[in-house]
């Protein structure tokens, strides 16, 4: 075998070797770190342990139940008859309204009762009156809301996060070129005693190539590099031969991390890390719509009170008002100053109270436009809202450990606990590695050509004519002591653990939420009766006092006359208690769903997020729909 043939099967042995470096590391590109992880079998098991001990009670009477409540009328022992009057007449949903506007859409009776006791508005102007339902305030609060469109940003940022990261892993390319021109002196031969002699010559380099990081933590490269050499002096005067000179190189390279740094679990670590970030702002999106889907049921019964209150207060004050005339109308006979001054200030105690009864709608119509937002209805218009839709008055069904188990599979703020534990985990695997010591492999093939131009070069290196370079390394480097990684791993354990800690606490958080949600939905309910026999209790109480006003003189005495007063006050009083009760049950039943993390499916809201050519665009309105109600009078435009 010649020299030459020698020299060409050498490469061929190298190119056995880089292929073989190369097939291992692309093998292990999807593998993961070669240390067996620790199960943490105690840690998941304690999660497991908090979760079982909230549901175990509770699944042992998992039948569905429904909310109940005894009725009272029975304990009032008023005739069928007059019953019915006192829940006609003393009911505050049809004071101010005569026969045909009780018939009339609930639109309408609501405008009818507000427009003759709101007032000018801070205009000065004729107060514009809008009756609004509630499902027309979901749907606009979730399409308009500014608190939902900040957060619907979040998660198309974060997605340009996880693409950066992945991005990590692309192919680079690089080029560059330099030029040098060398004019250096060198020392002569001391045998033949001749003086410096000066080496003079002109070289280009250009370099292009490609390289990747590897998920299994190390580099694969593949460069081209040329180089064109003129030497135009040298020692004695000889020059090289060809001259000017080229050469062509092709280097395929590999440096691969062996422990500190190996494996997908390291090196996507951020990639995943971003994944969950991502996944933690569609989480708190969610939580987004949730609250505040509930903030504007909660602001709707906040006008429904405020509106409540209004009619109320306005007509004890009308109520009052005659009353207070027919004790001045006694001074002739026997009504005294003070019994008069009295009466006179029941009635502005009352006149005081409409007006902040007025003040406070127009703070419950303002607060509720914010929560909208609705381009139609700007929080800066002297619109005023008014509800069109009453509170419902309806048994619903609930199961305690039902609740409780669908509160933990949907709560948004239990899966951002679970991606808070997936972080923890992920950084104590990159921070175990990092204990390691660092042991490197390196791998490189040349093959070169060589030409007095570029073409031959190429040539040549294509024909394989010139030795090819085979370079293997190994490189280790270890700290002394490995105090810094040793603590770094310790950190990253012990945040684990209070990921998990964490967890547990959300979820006991969750399970109080949902059994005071459940108790408030029971009580509130039940509470809506003894409210409501109340309010008829003190209406037959009024009632009687004018019947007997009007059969006989006694009725007019100044001292029936101000226990009159003092039961109009009552009545009142009773009234304002069973709105609070019906708003209360409805508020119990918003608060129960929201506990659940089941707010967006009771409202029928379809929960998808929009990714972020849909946000540049304009286009991401249409991927949060409220299923439109069914059309309905009850729903006034501006």
């Not at 050499?229 to 440096?255: H, M, Q, W």
Request: hydrophobic share 40%.
């Amino acid at each position: 075998m010649t020299d030459s043939e020698r020299s060409r099967r050498t490469p061929s042995w190298a190119r056995f070797g880089l292929i073989l470096v190369t097939g291992a590391v692309v093998t292990l590109a999807g593998c993961r770190s070669p240390l067996e992880q620790r199960t943490d079998a105690a840690l998941r098991e304690s999660i497991m342990r908090s979760v079982r001990r909230e549901l175990a009670e509770a699944e042992r009477f998992d039948a569905p139940l429904t909310t109940e409540r005894e009725s009272g009328i029975d304990r009032l022992e008023i005739r069928e008859d007059l019953l019915e009057e006192v829940k006609r007449d003393y009911d505050p949903t049809s004071y101010f309204l005569d026969d045909t506007e009780l018939d009339a859409a609930a639109a309408n009776r609501r405008i009818a009762q507000v427009d003759e006791l709101i007032g000018p508005d801070l205009n000065n102007a004729p107060t514009r009156i809008v009756a609004i339902g509630l499902q027309r305030v979901i749907r606009r609060a979730v399409e308009n809301n500014l608190a939902i469109e900040q957060a619907r940003l979040e998660p198309a940022i974060t997605e340009a996060d996880i693409v950066a990261a992945e991005a990590a892993f692309d192919w680079l390319f690089f080029a560059n070129a330099q030029w040098s021109d060398i004019d250096q002196p060198q020392a002569g031969p001391g045998f033949l005693n001749l003086p410096q002699v000066v080496s003079r010559s002109q070289s280009v380099t250009q370099t292009t190539g490609v390289r990747r990081q590897l998920t299994t933590g190390g580099e694969v490269s593949f460069q081209q590099q040329l180089i064109y050499t003129d030497e135009r002096e040298s020692a004695f005067g000889v020059l090289p031969f060809p001259n000017p000179n080229s050469s062509a190189t092709y280097t395929f390279g590999i440096d691969q991390p062996l422990l500190r740094g190996f494996g997908s679990d390291v090196t996507l670590a951020q990639v995943r890390l971003n994944r969950n970030a991502e996944r933690r702002t569609i989480e708190q999106l969610r939580q987004t719509l949730i609250d505040t889907v509930t903030n504007a049921e909660n602001a709707y019964w906040n006008l429904v009170v405020a509106h409540r209150e209004l009619v109320i207060s306005s007509r004890v004050l009308e109520r009052g008002e005659q009353t207070a005339q027919d004790i001045k109308a006694r001074r002739v006979l026997d009504a005294i100053q003070s019994q008069v001054a009295n009466a006179v200030s029941t009635s502005e105690t009352r006149r005081s109270a409409v007006i902040t009864a007025r003040n406070d709608l127009r703070r419950a119509s303002d607060a509720l436009k914010a929560i909208m937002n609705d381009p139609e209805l700007p929080v800066g218009s002297e619109v005023m809202l008014v509800p069109a839709d009453d509170p419902i008055d309806e048994p619903v069904g609930y199961s305690l450990a039902d609740s409780i188990q669908t509160a933990i599979e949907q709560r948004p703020d239990l899966s951002l606990a679970v991606l808070g534990i997936d972080d923890a985990s992920i950084n104590e695997v990159v921070a175990d590695n990092q204990r390691l010591p660092d042991l490197r492999a390196s791998a490189e093939l040349d093959l070169v050509g060589f030409d007095n131009d570029f073409a031959g070069a190429l040539a040549n290196q294509y024909n394989n004519e010139f030795f090819d370079n085979f370079l293997l390394g190994l490189f280790f480097e270890q700290p002394i002591g490995n105090r810094a990684a040793e603590a770094g791993s310790r950190r990253a354990r012990l945040q684990r653990i209070l990921s998990v800690v964490g967890y547990r606490a959300t979820v006991q958080n969750a399970v109080l939420e949902v059994k005071n949600a459940v108790d408030d939905l029971v009580t509130n309910y039940r509470l809506i009766e003894q409210a409501r026999v109340s309010r008829i209790a003190a209406g037959e109480s009024v009632r009687s006092l004018l019947v007997e006003k009007e059969l006989t003189d006694r009725g007019y005495s100044v001292e029936r006359l101000e226990v009159e007063l003092g039961r109009q006050d009552a009545l009142a009083n009773s009234e304002r208690i069973e709105v609070q009760a019906l708003v209360n049950y409805n508020r119990a039943i918003a608060e129960l769903h929201r506990a659940m993390g089941t707010t967006l499916e009771r409202n029928r809201i379809d929960f998808v997020v929009p990714d972020a050519n849909q946000l540049l665009t304009g286009e991401y309105a249409l991927d949060y729909t409220v299923e439109p109600e069914e059309p309905s009078q009850t729903d006034g435009e501006p």
